[in-house]
T-cell receptor
Framework: SQQGEEDPQALSIQEGENATMNCSYK?????LQWYRQNSGRGLVHLIL?????REKHSGRLRVTLDTSKKSSSLLITASRAADTASYFC???????????FGQGTTLQVKP | DAGVIQSPRHEVTEMGQEVTLRCKPI?????LFWYRQTMMRGLELLIY????????DSGMPEDRFSAKMPNASFSTLKIQPSEPRDSAVYFC???????????FGDGTRLSIL
């Protein structure tokens, strides 16, 4: 069963613009993770945010977590054509590594 | 460093045949996960191991699916007999411990005719 619902399903922007993707989930979590998947490749881990954290940064990535609303967002600033990929949120309810993935957001960054 | 290595990358076979997918996790990683990805159902966890022991196989769809991890550097996912609805991309992932980020292989694209 899917825990995370991602919004939007698809996003198309110009290079240099910011991209924001949202993830909502249903149950209490221990941590939430964001992954990127390029076409034909495996998923690549981007950021892990724990339930007691509200915001995390990594380079051009910024992730927020609102446990009261059961939602998270991923912001990519100053996007590049190389950021074109699908982005997935995944929740870990029990700190066991048993991740439940959302359906993903497909991001296209036009040069 | 070598990442997670899966083989084969592509497999096409006829229904009823046995299919074996292979995975070599990153050296030193103690947790291993098998996923299946389809357009309809997205990415689903099938089974995961900690220290070579299966911990949760509740995602394995049917008895036709089985997974083993005979040692820390090798795991297999077997489907016998295979059916067309098993067609999907199967990913293996490993992590240094259960609650750490997972590193994925590039998957096996399986087509059952």
């Amino acid at each position: 069963s899917q825990q995370g619902e991602e919004d939007p399903q698809a996003l198309s922007i110009q290079e240099g613009e910011n991209a924001t993707m949202n993830c909502s989930y249903k149950t209490s979590i221990n941590n939430l993770q964001w992954y990127r998947q390029n076409s034909g490749r495996g998923l690549v881990h981007l950021i892990l945010i724990r339930s007691n954290e509200r915001e995390k940064h990594s380079g051009r990535l910024r992730v927020t977590l609102d446990t009261s609303k059961k939602s998270s967002s991923l912001l990519i600033t100053a996007s590049r054509a190389a950021d074109t990929a699908s982005y997935f949120c995944a929740t870990d309810e029990s700190n066991t590594g048993k991740l439940i993935f959302g359906q993903g957001t497909t991001l296209q960054v036009k040069p | 460093d070598a990442g997670v290595i899966q083989s084969p990358r592509h497999e096409v076979t006829e229904m009823g045949q046995e299919v074996t997918l292979r995975c070599k996790p990153i050296s030193g990683h103690n947790s291993l996960f098998w996923y299946r990805q389809t357009m309809m159902r997205g990415l689903e966890l099938l089974i995961y191991f900690n220290n070579n022991v299966p911990i949760d196989d509740s995602g394995m769809p049917e008895d036709r699916f089985s997974a083993k991890m005979p040692n820390a550097s090798f795991s297999t996912l077997k489907i016998q007999p295979s059916e067309p609805r098993d067609s999907a991309v199967y990913f293996c992932a490993s992590s240094s411990s259960p609650n750490q980020p997972q590193h994925f292989g590039d998957g096996t694209r399986l087509s059952i005719l």
